[in-house]
Structure formats: structure tokens, C-alpha cells
């Protein structure tokens, strides 16, 4: 067990969420003799997964997860799943006492080879074993996917282990640089000016400013999502009303950065294959379902092999066709000031000043999108929604928010009850003030869906069954109710350390006639 902890603390692997149980004893009991590595403690699984995956997206480096064995190890696959279509270097490790078990119907027992099937390819180990035959864990941190180790302990590893002389490794680095970038130079030089618009998904820190540079450079219109970070700095050159005036007017070319955009139109593209589209990413996903060029790799090293970049604008006035959408949103800002759109515009104004800000949930990030601020930049934004799911966003939250002395969290109420067991990691945070912010809308109830009858709506919304309050209680959590914008300015009178939770209820009937106006 000392050489596995020793390897993965060279391979720059810093930080081990734990999950107690009585088959995780000989890896626990070891890995807390090493100083080398930081060891949080999380009795929920998929919890621990989740908040894993957060510190990743902190730090950059690796995270193992000690899951266990038998079920409560199957439990971290929702965060896997995520993980690798975020292409973070989540590290799974399960424990398996007995050769076969899981297939002889052993109590507590399942099969663990192949668990997490494609999303993390399973390394059978053998303990105790040389160094030599342990796997590179630089290489395949590099590699930046999900992995899976299974362990077999063969005898317990006697206490006292020397871990005086380990030393911590550098992160890992960056994925390689795979594609060609010829055919996009040469549709910017040339093509460009047909009609091009740049999309904008997540982005890691370090991807903004060569992202920025090119949006600035190009000058065309662009759609940001919120997780991209430069949503604010790109005001001059948003596209507002971008998923309505893209399919009336579908420009011929587009190019992404980043994640896969949450935007409509970016579904809409499967079906629009006259509109040629192109990939700049870390992740090497396309993200769509037809053909595409692809480059992958970092940002950074993709911009210098661009070379000269022409200065391309607004070619199809869809910039000046927006500014009509943009007046007619700020209007119904103010004939619905308590419609849930209205409430996400409000605890922008407070929460965008916080040090890292977090979304959770199709909906949160779908407002926070399109009527958030603009005027303050965000320095650090995250959302989970590679997977179109909304789990975990909570954990991966408070994994974010570690070094924040002031961080805020924008879920949706289905999602926070979803990830309860998330408030438990608060008190292994440093202090800081974290203020979770929850839009208490039905479900999503509230927003553009259908007359329903009874039956209908009893299968197809899904309104919370727990009263915030009282989860609140529950956690810890200092509790208040918005109703409106005045409610807000408590987020100005918190105490530095405080943890609270915002319920924020829209009013229902102002959502739906804001939504039937625009």
C-alpha cells in the first residue's frame, strides 16, 4: 500500500477523498501516516465522487476516490460519468477481498472489473506489489480520463509505514495537441466574412485569455456561457437573443472554445448541416452528432498555431438585431420583477462579486445565461452539466469554493435535494463565507411548460418534497426566504465565516406571463 500512496503522490496526486467502511481499513489506516497528501473524510459515495471532481476543477491535479467495495462503490458513477466528459483525472479506487466474489453472489459483494464500463477503464492490483508493477500514474493523469483501480489485498499492511522522504509531484500536463489547425486558419482568412459566430462553453482558468484574445480579435458576435468566465468581458460582442436570430438567420460558419455549449442553438446544429462547425476544446469532444473539425488541445498552444488572425466583425448585422431582444428583456425585467428570471438578474448584482461562483441544474444556467449581469466580470465561474444532469453540483461546489473567502452556489431545488449529504464537507472547509442560493421554482415547474392536466403534471414536474427551512436546519446553515429584490441585500449584512441558505421563490404567475411575453 506504501508504494501505491508513494506513486500517486510523485504523479503530482495530491488530495484523497476517504469513504470510511471496514474493506478501506488497510488503504486508510496507511494513507493517513503520509503527510505528503491532504485526506478529506465522506461517508456518502457519490458525495466524496462529486466533491473529487470540484477539486480537480480547483487544482488540476488529480483526486482518488477510496470507494470501497460492493454497491457503495457503483455509487460514484454519476460523477465518473461527468468526469469524463470533462476529461478530469478522477481516480476510483475499490477494494475486492476475494477472487470472484461479486459472481458467486458473496454478501456485499458485486463484480468491480469493468465497472464503470467505458468511462473508466478498471486496473486490476494485486497487493502487496513492486513499484515496478504499478501503472504510470503520470502518464495516465496526462491522459486526463477518468480511471478505475481495483485492489486485491492479499495481507494487511503493517502500521508505521515510512513515508518520511516522499515528496509531492508537479500537476500533470496538459493533454497533446491533436488535430489540424489548417482548415480553420484558412476559413478565417478567407470564409470568415460569409458569416461566422463564436461560441463560447466552460472554460478552465488558464483557457480565458487566449479565448478572449481571439473574440477580440475576430470582433464577431459571440454567445458565452456563463462557465466560460468571459461572458461579462464579452458584453460589446454578445449576441443577445442568440438561439431565436441564429436559426433565422444561420450563419455559415461557427466556431466553439471550450466545453460544449448549453445554448439551444447549439442542439439545433445537429440539423443544420449547411453551417459548417468547428471545435477548439481540452476535452476533444464535438459535442454533436454529425460531422465537424475538431482540434484538441490547450487553447493557449491552438491560438499561436493559428497565426494572424483577421479582424472579421459583425458581418450579418446579427449584433444590431439582438439590441431589440436586449430592450425588450430589460423591460420585462421590470413588469416581472419577481419572475424567476428576474430573481437570477437580482442575485447576480450581489453574488458576482464573490470569489468563486457556482451553477447547478439546466435551468439555473439557462437564466444565469441569458439574464444575469454584465457589468461586473465573474473571476471564477463553474457548472456541472456536461452530462445534461444536474447531481453533484453542491459537492463539486464547496470543492471549489476551499480557498474562497467569499463563494456563492446558484442551484435548483430538485438538484439541492438531490446532493443533501454535501453540507457535511463544510466544517473540513477552511473559513469562509459560502452562500448556497437555491431558486425554489417548482421543479422548473414555473417555466415554459405546457397547459398540463392533473395526471400530467404529477408525472412530468417534479416540485420539491422537503421544506428548505428545514434543511437548512439540517446542515447547519443560517436560512432566508427572497421574495423580492429588497430581500437580497442580506447577502451585504452576512458575517465573513457565515454559511447560509437563500431559498428564493419566484412568484409563479409573473414567470409564466414573463416567459409568454418574450
Not at 479506487?93 to 467505458?118: K, Q, S
Not at 461557427?254 to 477548439?280: H, K, N
Not at 479582424?311 to 439582438?322: A, C, I, S, V
Request: proline letters at 5%; glycine letters at 8%.
Amino acid at each position: 500500500m506504501k508504494h501505491l500512496i508513494t506513486s500517486c503522490a510523485s504523479a503530482g496526486i495530491a488530495e484523497w477523498v476517504c469513504c470510511p467502511g471496514k474493506h478501506n481499513t488497510s488503504i486508510l489506516s496507511t494513507l493517513a501516516e503520509c503527510p505528503a497528501v491532504h485526506r478529506w473524510s465522506q461517508s456518502d459515495e457519490r458525495t466524496a465522487a462529486y466533491f473529487a471532481l470540484g477539486r480537480i476543477q480547483a487544482t488540476g491535479r488529480p483526486v482518488v476516490v477510496v470507494a470501497g467495495h460492493g454497491a457503495s462503490a457503483a455509487a460514484v458513477t454519476p460523477a465518473v460519468v461527468e468526469a469524463y466528459y470533462q476529461r478530469r483525472p478522477l481516480i476510483i479506487i475499490t477494494v475486492a477481498e476475494h477472487e470472484n466474489a461479486g459472481g458467486a453472489g458473496a454478501a456485499g459483494h458485486i463484480e468491480t472489473e469493468g465497472l464503470f464500463g467505458m468511462y473508466a477503464p478498471t486496473i486490476e492490483l494485486t497487493l502487496p506489489c513492486a513499484v515496478a508493477e504499478l501503472p504510470d500514474f503520470c502518464a495516465l493523469a496526462t491522459d486526463g480520463f477518468p480511471l478505475h483501480l481495483n485492489l486485491r489485498l492479499h495481507e494487511h499492511t503493517a502500521a508505521g509505514a515510512d513515508f518520511s522522504h516522499v515528496r509531492l509531484g508537479d500537476a500533470p500536463a496538459a493533454p497533446k495537441f491533436r488535430g489540424s489547425v489548417a482548415e480553420l486558419a484558412q476559413m478565417l482568412r478567407f470564409h470568415s466574412y460569409e458569416g461566422l459566430v463564436l461560441l463560447i462553453g466552460g472554460l478552465d482558468p488558464a483557457e480565458q485569455e487566449p479565448a478572449l484574445w481571439l473574440a477580440r480579435t475576430l470582433r464577431v458576435p459571440v454567445v458565452a456561457d456563463a462557465a466560460s468566465g468571459l461572458r461579462e468581458e464579452l458584453a460589446a460582442y454578445m449576441l443577445h437573443g442568440a438561439d431565436q436570430l441564429l436559426l433565422q438567420y444561420p450563419p455559415r460558419h461557427v466556431l466553439r472554445i471550450g466545453e460544449v455549449p448549453t445554448c439551444d442553438f447549439w442542439r439545433a446544429l445537429e440539423d443544420m448541416p449547411d453551417t459548417q462547425v468547428y471545435s477548439i476544446t481540452r476535452t476533444g469532444f464535438s459535442g454533436l452528432c454529425r460531422d465537424s473539425i475538431v482540434i484538441e488541445g490547450e487553447p493557449e498552444q491552438i491560438m499561436k498555431a493559428l497565426g494572424d488572425v483577421p479582424h472579421t466583425g459583425d458581418t450579418e448585422n446579427l449584433l444590431n438585431r439582438g439590441r431589440r431582444y436586449c430592450g425588450k428583456v430589460e423591460e420585462l425585467l421590470l413588469a416581472y420583477p419577481e419572475s424567476d428570471a428576474a430573481m437570477v438578474r437580482y442575485f447576480s448584482n450581489h453574488a458576482c462579486i464573490a470569489d468563486v461562483l457556482s451553477l447547478g441544474s439546466a435551468t439555473t444556467i439557462r437564466l444565469w445565461n441569458r439574464y444575469a449581469q454584465t457589468h461586473v466580470p465573474t473571476l471564477y465561474l463553474r457548472a456541472n452539466n456536461s452530462t445534461g444532469g444536474a447531481d453533484g453540483t453542491v459537492s463539486a461546489f464547496f470543492a471549489n469554493s476551499t480557498d474562497a473567502q467569499y463563494a456563492c452556489c446558484l442551484t435548483g431545488d430538485i438538484s439541492l435535494l438531490r446532493d443533501c449529504a454535501a453540507a457535511s464537507m463544510v466544517p473540513q472547509l477552511p473559513e469562509g463565507k459560502r452562500v448556497v442560493a437555491v431558486l425554489n421554482n417548482e421543479g422548473a415547474g414555473q417555466a415554459d411548460t405546457p397547459d398540463l392536466d392533473e395526471e400530467q403534471r404529477r408525472l412530468m414536474v417534479q416540485p420539491p418534497v422537503f421544506d428548505m427551512k428545514e434543511l437548512a436546519q439540517l446542515w447547519g446553515a443560517e436560512y432566508y426566504a427572497i421574495h423580492c429584490e429588497a430581500d437580497f441585500e442580506v447577502l451585504d449584512s452576512l458575517e465573513e465565516n457565515a454559511f447560509a441558505l437563500l431559498d428564493i421563490i419566484p412568484d409563479a404567475e409573473q414567470t409564466r406571463a414573463f416567459n409568454a411575453a418574450l
